[in-house]
């Protein structure tokens, strides 16, 4: 049974900083990319950066660029986001996803999603 499992949200002043975690298991990610998404209330689901596991190739979203970042842990299966520079735009449910495509940026390329952890950027 696939899993993914994230953790590491909460509540942060604006320009304060979180790191997100994605525990993968179930199955062997090493060909597939992963993705971290958000949905703030009322708006779609959008990109915001994914990597590719097997090489370790980033991909972000321009709203995030130079402020977040994806790495991932082979050895623990795990996927990062770090989160810099937060502000009260990037507060959302932030979820995490595995995908075949590289790079997707649309959720519906995803085939496995975790149940998402809340980012509250307060001012």
């Known amino acids: 049974q696939v899993q993914l499992v994230e953790s590491g949200g909460g509540l942060v002043q604006a320009g304060g900083s979180l790191r997100l975690s994605c525990a993968a298991s179930?199955?062997?990610?090493?060909?597939?990319?992963m993705g971290w998404f958000r949905q703030a209330p009322g708006k779609e689901r959008e990109f915001v950066a994914a990597?590719?596991?097997?090489?370790?190739?980033?991909y972000y979203a321009d709203s995030v660029k130079g402020r977040f970042t994806i790495s991932r842990d082979n050895a623990k299966n795990t996927v990062y986001l770090q989160m810099n520079s937060l502000k009260p735009e990037d507060t959302a449910v932030y979820y995490c996803?595995?995908?075949?495509?590289?790079?997707?940026?649309?959720?519906?390329?995803?085939?496995?999603w975790g149940q998402g952890t809340q980012v509250t950027v307060s001012t």
């Open positions: 990597i590719r596991w097997s090489s370790g190739y980033t």
């Open positions: 996803a595995a995908g075949r495509l590289w790079v997707a940026i649309t959720p519906s390329n995803y085939d496995y």
């Open positions: 179930g199955r062997t990610f090493s060909s597939y990319a």
